[in-house]
């Protein structure tokens, strides 16, 4: 396993689905800008990466929900 890389289990795998897991060492929140996962959308949004937290949105505010995103089961 790779700095920064996280074990592949089923847990880890279920939550990455839908999420970005986004491993930092940060001891304040810090705000940071990501780019959105959908297919052919260019559009970015800030995620406050907060310390001892790993999971944040995959997606921008308009693809978060699903029937928004089209992706297969």
Do not use: K
């Not at 700095?3 to 990455?16: I, K």
């Not at 060492?25 to 959308?41: A, F, I, K, L, T």
């Not at 308009?62 to 928004?68: A, D, G, L, T, Y």
Request: hydrophobic fraction near 35%.
């Amino acid at each position: 396993m790779l700095s920064g890389e996280l074990p592949a289990t089923g847990l880890v795998e279920r939550v990455a689905l839908g999420n970005r897991l986004v491993p930092h060492n940060y001891s304040v929140p810090v705000d940071r800008e990501m780019p959105c996962d959908h297919p052919g959308c260019s559009a970015t949004f800030v995620v406050r990466l907060i310390p001892g937290q790993l999971v944040y949105p995959r997606w921008c505010p308009f693809h978060r929900p699903r029937h928004r995103r089209n992706l297969p089961t």
